[in-house]
C-alpha cells in the first residue's frame, strides 16, 4: 500500500506531530469525504506500507521523526514557489525551506 499524504493537506507542514503519533500508534482512521459516515482503518507498518509520499511546501516539521521514518520507504516532493508572504502567509522564508530541503 502507497500512502500519499498529500491530497487533502500539508500533513509535514501543519500536522508532522499527529502524523507521527499516528505511526507510532500503528494505525490512522480515514473519514470519506464524499461519505462521512464512511470511515476506513488503516495500518500503518512497514509490512503494510510500501511507501508514503509526503507532498509539502514545508518539511522542516518532520524533520524530527525521521528516526521513525526510517523503516518505510518514502518519497518527498517540496514545492519551493517565487511567492511571498503576501500570497503564502504560512509558508517559511525560502532560504530556510531550501534548507530544510
Given at each position: 500500500?502507497?500512502?500519499?499524504?498529500?491530497?487533502?493537506?500539508?500533513?509535514?507542514?501543519?500536522?508532522?506531530?499527529w502524523f507521527a503519533n499516528r505511526l507510532q500508534?500503528?494505525?490512522?482512521?480515514?473519514?470519506n469525504p464524499y461519505d462521512p459516515q464512511s470511515?476506513?482503518?488503516?495500518?500503518?507498518?512497514?509490512?503494510?506500507?510500501?511507501?508514503?509520499?509526503?507532498?509539502?511546501?514545508?518539511?522542516?516539521?518532520?524533520?524530527?521523526?525521521?528516526?521513525?521514518?526510517?523503516?518505510?520507504?518514502?518519497?518527498?516532493?517540496?514545492?519551493?514557489?517565487?511567492?511571498?508572504?503576501?500570497?503564502?502567509?504560512?509558508?517559511?522564508?525560502?532560504?530556510?525551506?531550501?534548507?530544510?530541503?
Amino acid at each position: 500500500m502507497i500512502i500519499n499524504t498529500g491530497q487533502r493537506t500539508d500533513i509535514p507542514a501543519f500536522y508532522a506531530d499527529w502524523f507521527a503519533n499516528r505511526l507510532q500508534e500503528g494505525f490512522v482512521l480515514v473519514r470519506n469525504p464524499y461519505d462521512p459516515q464512511s470511515i476506513t482503518r488503516y495500518r500503518l507498518t512497514p509490512d503494510i506500507v510500501d511507501c508514503i509520499g509526503f507532498c509539502t511546501k514545508n518539511p522542516e516539521p518532520m524533520l524530527k521523526y525521521t528516526e521513525l521514518l526510517e523503516p518505510f520507504h518514502q518519497f518527498w516532493y517540496v514545492t519551493i514557489t517565487p511567492y511571498g508572504t503576501e500570497i503564502e502567509p504560512r509558508v517559511p522564508n525560502k532560504m530556510k525551506l531550501l534548507d530544510s530541503f
